[in-house]
């Protein structure tokens, strides 16, 4: 669960929103009048394809969405949610998934800018990956959430 003092931190000071990384088994935050926890269903490979149909899904993307990271970018960008709400994107990735390593690094560039653009708009927007695979490359350069830099 997310601690209530993580949020109202993340929620006061928009620009810590970002990438974090959690621990597996770490815990699923649900609904509340300060945060909206979604979580991409669980995926058998992160690749373009499934990473993309996966948060178009989640997230509720219009059926005109291309599934191309263009179309993506342009959908997360014109998302809506209470501005006073913390929205949390959790990607797990499990110890048995097969992971294209410059397919996840282009999904977590994306999310990154949208954290960034929706920061920047009074807004606050995290990913949460939980890895199982704690030597994947493109999540060294990630900070865990119990140490929000």
């Known amino acids: 669960m997310i601690p209530a003092e993580l949020v109202e931190r993340l929620l006061a000071d928009k ?6 990384r959690i621990a597996p088994g770490w815990g699923i935050a649900g609904e509340g009048p300060a945060q909206r926890w979604t979580t991409l269903a669980p ?8 990473l993309l149909a996966a948060l178009g899904s989640t997230l509720g993307f219009p059926d005109y969405y291309g599934q191309n990271w263009d179309a993506a ?7 809506s949610w209470p501005a006073e709400q913390l929205l949390l994107v959790h990607l797990p990735i499990p110890a048995d998934c097969t992971v294209v390593e410059s397919d996840l690094e282009v999904f977590l560039e994306l999310m990154s800018d ?15 990956v939980e890895s199982a695979q704690p030597d994947l490359p493109a999540l060294r350069a990630i900070n865990w959430l119990d140490q929000p830099g």
């Open 15 to 20: 620009s810590r929103c970002g990438l974090y």
């Open 43 to 50: 995926l058998p490979r992160i690749d373009r394809k499934s």
């Open 73 to 79: 970018w342009d959908c997360l960008s014109e998302l």
């Open 114 to 128: 949208a954290c960034q653009h929706w920061s920047e708009h009074g807004q606050a927007l995290c990913l949460l």
